[in-house]
């Protein structure tokens, strides 16, 4: 669900989830990562909402609908088995976005209905299936990672991921063909029905 109102409000709502989200799933991904690897000395746990941002995943937060918060280097963290255990660690940011989605479901139904757990909700629930997609920083892309024979080709890949997702977020957004949306529905369909189930 991207930004459509512009008005403070809503504005202050997104800001809220988009928080929440960043700080929830790159926190667990960085505790998941740092217990299982030996990383350097100058990195550590961090569940500090700001620095947990990505500038670029925030952005797309608010025109797509979906994003993700900081990014680990896969460099500066060493698994016995790199690729495999980046593989997993991948799967951690969904996870608690999926854990998010689930909460905030639960709170709107049986709790407390308000509009910014609406947008919590659809924030998370987007977060979650857009994982899909085989472009860094989102999960689907580990897949690749797996078969990359180049670790250079992953690299370069991996620094424009970003970019690639804003500008097909740009396109789908502005081309008035919502092409995007469209190939994902399906999975944020499934996503939203097993958040929602109680």
Known sequence: MPLKSF??????????????????????????????AHPRRDEGMDFNPITNLDIVGTIVFFLGGFGWGRQLDDQKIKFKKQKLGWCIISLIAPFANLTLAMSAAYIKYFLWTDRVIDVMLNLSVAATAYHVLPIPPLAGSRLIYLVVPEERVWKLFSRFGPFIILGLVLMDRFSGTPFLREIIAPVLEGVARFASYH
């Open 7 to 36: 008005d403070a409000e809503e504005i202050l709502y997104y800001c809220v989830a988009i928080l929440v989200i960043a700080t929830f799933s790159s926190g667990f991904t960085r505790f998941f990562a740092f217990s299982f």
